[in-house]
C-alpha cells in the first residue's frame, strides 16, 4: 500500500515520464490484490512469477525498460530501516522526500478510488492484531480495552480481536471495501502497527495507533488524525521486521503496558469525538 501511495506522489508530481509498470507477486490475499486493482489507473499491474521472489534471480521481465526499480525483498534491505516508509519509497522512485508536499505523503490516493459501503457508523474499532505476532497486541490487555472503552465511551465497540463482554466481535471483512466501509464508518480506531493505521488515514478517521518494535515516525509521520503511543522493547534491536524466535515475540510482547498507561490519551480523543451516539444504540 505504500509503495502505492509513493507511486501517486510521483505522478502527481510529473516525476515519472510514461505510466509505470509494476510487477507483482500471484495469489496474495485478496485485500492486497484489491489494492491493485484500485490503483489500475496510476500503473499497469503485471504477474511477478514466485521463482523470480527475490534479487538472486535476474529477472527476465524487466528487459526492454528504460529504467527498473528493483523493491523485491525490501523489507531486508538495509535502507528501509530506521526511515519512514513513504520516505524510502519516494527515495527509490528518484525523489527527495522533503520536498514532497505533506498531502502527498499520505495515504489519501486510495479513497477516491473506492466507495465503501457500511451500515455501522459512529462506532470504535479496535484491531489488536498485525501481520505477524511480534507487534500483536497481547491478548489481556486487548481485553481490558475493550471492556475500558465500551464502558467509557458509550459508543458500540468493535473488535476485530477475540469477543469481549461488552464489545461485539468486527464483521468478517471479505475484502478491501468491506474493510474499508469497517474503518471509513468508525469514530475512533485503535490499532497496532498494520495496515489499519494507513486505511484510517486515508479515509481521515481518528487513530490512536500503539508501537511497540518502530517509532511511529516511520508509519504515521505525515497523518495528521494520527496519534501515536511508543513502548520500544528493551534488548531487541529496533526496527526488527521479523521474529528471530520465540523469545523476540516474547519481549515484544512484555513492553506493552497495561490499559492504565493508554486512558489519559484516550479520554482526551474520546472527548474530542462527536457526543452524538452511533444509530442504533
Known amino acids: 500500500m505504500i509503495g502505492v501511495q509513493a507511486l501517486a506522489a510521483a505522478l502527481a508530481l510529473g516525476a515519472l515520464a510514461a505510466p509505470p509498470v509494476l510487477f507483482r507477486l500471484p495469489g496474495?490475499?485478496?485485500p492486497v490484490q484489491q489494492v491493485y486493482a484500485a490503483a489500475a489507473d496510476l500503473c499497469e499491474v503485471r504477474p511477478l512469477p514466485w521463482?523470480?521472489?527475490t534479487p538472486a534471480r535476474p529477472f527476465a521481465g524487466a528487459a526492454g525498460f528504460a529504467r527498473v526499480i528493483d523493491l523485491r525483498d525490501f523489507a531486508f534491505d538495509p535502507?528501509?530501516?530506521?526511515?519512514a516508509m513513504i520516505d524510502f519509497f519516494l527515495g527509490r522512485l528518484g525523489l527527495?522526500?522533503?520536498r514532497v508536499p505533506p498531502a502527498l505523503r499520505r495515504n489519501a490516493w486510495l479513497a477516491p478510488r473506492l466507495r465503501p459501503r457500511n451500515a455501522l457508523r459512529g462506532h470504535i474499532l479496535v484491531c489488536p492484531r498485525?501481520?505477524?505476532?511480534?507487534?500483536?497486541m497481547p491478548a489481556g490487555l486487548h481485553a481490558e480495552l475493550v471492556r475500558w472503552l465500551a464502558a467509557a465511551s458509550g459508543r458500540k465497540v468493535l473488535t476485530q480481536g477475540a469477543p469481549v463482554a461488552g464489545a461485539a466481535e468486527a464483521p468478517p471483512a471479505a475484502g478491501l471495501g468491506a474493510l474499508c466501509g469497517l474503518v471509513a464508518g468508525a469514530a475512533l480506531v485503535i490499532t497496532t502497527d498494520t495496515a489499519m493505521v494507513?486505511?484510517?488515514d486515508a479515509f481521515a478517521v481518528p487513530t490512536l495507533a500503539l508501537f511497540t518494535t518502530h517509532r511511529p515516525e516511520w508509519r504515521m509521520r505525515d497523518y495528521p488524525r494520527c496519534r501515536a503511543l511508543?513502548?520500544?522493547?528493551?534488548?531487541?534491536?529496533?526496527a526488527l521486521e521479523f521474529a528471530r524466535t520465540p523469545q523476540d515475540e516474547a519481549a515484544a510482547a512484555s513492553a506493552w503496558p497495561d490499559v492504565a498507561a493508554l486512558r489519559p490519551v484516550l479520554r482526551d480523543m474520546l472527548s474530542g469525538l462527536t457526543p452524538t451516539p452511533p444509530e442504533g444504540r
Open 96 to 98: 527527495d522526500p522533503a
Open 198 to 200: 494507513h486505511l484510517a
Open 51 to 53: 521463482a523470480d521472489a
Open 130 to 136: 498485525s501481520s505477524m505476532r511480534l507487534r500483536d
Open 28 to 30: 496474495l490475499p485478496a
Open 230 to 238: 511508543h513502548f520500544p522493547v528493551p534488548g531487541l534491536p529496533e
Open 79 to 83: 535502507a528501509f530501516r530506521g526511515v
